[in-house]
């Protein structure tokens, strides 16, 4: 009997319609509340996504997954609630959101923390989460849950992958127990959202996500010179072919409304093709070698407020002379988007824009170098810099940043603007919220939410703590100086305390404004989910 290998996952709801996605083990028809969709075949591997019409306004669907008209889940033996489609109404928008999962045993020694094994992530805040919410008021539940980057690892598995990987190849030879290709793709993404727990949150809260670097790989298109070098290893090929088509099946097009896939020329010739393998290669081959023939980046209307999610990964531009975050065709779209009206003005990113003072100084002293402020080979040792020290947020795509500045200090100051404005970002691993200066009376603030799960090296951290003091600040103004660059005139303050623990942020938009939790997750017991503590709360608007 065909059975399910991954899924549901719950992708959207609306006021009216949803979409479910699997996959399963052999081509079927999958069925949910009434709708169905055939599989899709990818390289022998099959995944529906089924988009559920005719749905009534603020109703909960309690629903089951049938393949081939037999019902596979929840299984019966369940011991979670039933999953539940909850449609949109009017009223507050709640976003959960985070970024840098890893996957490793939800046990120790993967649960503790770095200082006391170094194999430990500490415990992870989306399963935390997850349990919190079985027993929690489902009026308290999110209307979305937004996944901000480095969703899965692929330059640095569990051991569950890692051992997969061994058992299929000679990892003596490069990417080594690296992913290499799809197929492995596919055993990471499984492994990654099958925990009992967070299968039970993804069936259950639609899920929305942009991919960050380790998705693909550490310091993903970085430079021109770091994407020249990677291209000229005989593995880099196979390996970002399957970071994009896997991510397009597993992350990307859950991300699309049901109007936006029947639009979609590439999902219905996907749905159409017998093995569209061949087809989505292609495809991400050129997605990879001109990033204007793909869009990755989303938006989402959720009542009167509007969350844009930008993929500040894939649509750079890396030639030094034009080096920007976004190409051309993704800014417009980007702009056009955020000059529509809306109540509370909502844009995630991967990459943090406000970077700590410090090493916003160094990324711009460090851009103006490998441009050639101090000679040829100065420009050598400063890309060096960038790869070795990840210099590569907003502030290091000066255009990026002064155009991102520019987009939300517009949408600020419009008369008929949003009446907030606020970033969403991750990847740092570590987390704050700061307020951008801006002369208008609507707040611009950025939440940073990183990481849900992963360890901060305690030597790293202590360096950190220094670099982003008093002294690494002066350090960093006078490297800047001495590179040709002023003070900027944007300026912009830590308006909360950072944290290191893992963690998740939850935003609650309504009528009164902007609200903000995030919650740090720790583990009380050796065994079983973490507990969540309060550790930021603060209005923002
Ligand atoms: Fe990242």
């Known amino acids: 009997m065909v059975d399910l290998v991954l899924g549901p996952l719950q992708r959207f709801a609306d006021d009216t319609s949803a979409t479910v996605w699997v996959e399963t083990d052999a081509p079927c028809e999958v069925g949910v509340l009434g709708a169905t969709a055939r599989t899709f075949c990818v390289h022998g591997h099959h995944y529906a996504l089924v988009e559920i019409a005719d749905l009534d306004p603020t109703t909960t669907y309690t629903y089951e997954v049938a393949l081939d008209g037999a019902r596979v889940w929840p299984p019966a033996d369940y011991d979670l ?24 045993p939800l046990e120790p020694p993967w649960t503790l923390e770095r200082d006391r094994d170094a194999r430990g992530l500490g415990p992870d805040a989306l399963t935390a ?4 919410m079985i027993d929690a008021d489902a009026r308290d539940w999110p209307d979305l849950l937004l996944l901000l980057g480095d969703q899965v690892y692929a330059d640095d598995a569990s051991p569950g992958t890692r051992a997969f990987i061994r058992q299929r190849r000679d990892t003596s030879e490069p990417p080594g127990e690296e992913i290499a290709n799809f197929e492995e793709y596919t055993h990471l993404y499984r ?14 809260v639609p899920v929305a996500m942009i991919f960050d670097d380790h998705d693909v790989i550490d310091d993903w298109n970085i430079s021109q010179r770091w994407l020249d070098d990677i291209r000229a290893t005989d593995w880099w090929h196979e ?7 896997s991510y397009w099946i597993y992350q990307h097009v859950g991300n699309l409304s049901p109007k936006a896939l029947t639009d979609d020329d590439l999902y219905q010739q996907v749905r159409a093709a017998h093995d569209a393998g061949d087809m989505l290669d292609a495809f991400a081959e050129a997605a990879d070698r001109d990033p204007e023939t793909a869009r990755w980046s989303f938006n989402r209307r959720l009542g009167d407020d509007h969350l844009i999610v930008v993929d500040s990964r894939a649509a750079r531009v890396l030639t030094e002379e034009r080096r920007d975050m976004l190409d051309d065709v993704e800014w417009r779209w980007l702009e056009d988007l955020a000059a529509e009206p809306c109540r509370h003005l909502l844009i995630g990113t991967s ?6 003072h410090s090493v916003h100084d160094l990324e711009r002293w460090n851009q ?16 060096q810099v960038r790869q070795d020290y990840d210099l590569e947020h907003w502030p290091a ?21 949003p009446e907030t404005v606020t970033l969403l970002s991750g990847d740092i691993h570590h987390g704050y919220v700061s307020r951008l200066h801006v002369d208008a009376d609507t707040p611009v603030h950025q939440v940073v939410a990183s990481p849900m799960r992963q360890s901060v090296d305690p030597m790293l951290l202590k360096a950190y703590q220094v670099g982003v003091g008093p002294p690494g600040r002066a350090v960093a103004r006078v490297l800047a100086r001495l590179a040709g660059l002023g003070p900027s005139a944007i300026r912009w303050d830590r308006v909360s305390r950072t944290l290191f623990d893992n963690h998740v942020a939850t935003i609650t ?7 903000l939790r995030i919650e740090t997750a720790h583990q009380t017991r050796s065994h079983g989910p973490a507990e969540l503590r309060r550790a930021i709360t603060q209005r923002l608007a």
């Open 81 to 104: 609630p039933a999953p539940v489609i909850r449609t949109r109404g009017e009223g507050d928008a709640v976003i959960t959101f985070g970024s840098c999962r890893g996957a490793a």
């Open 129 to 132: 989460y997850a349990h919190r």
């Open 191 to 204: 492994e990654s959202w099958s925990t009992p727990l967070v299968r039970w949150l993804l069936s259950t």
């Open 239 to 245: 390996r970002i072919l399957g970071g994009l088509v």
């Open 351 to 356: 990459l943090p824009v406000l970077m700590p």
């Open 368 to 383: 103006q170098v490998v441009r050639g402020a101090w000679g040829r080979r100065a420009a050598r040792w400063a890309e």
């Open 397 to 417: 795509f000066p255009r990026g940043f002064e155009r991102m500045i520019r987009l939300v200090v517009d949408a600020a100051s419009r008369s008929d603007g």
């Open 509 to 515: 938009a309504d009528a009164r404004g902007v609200y």
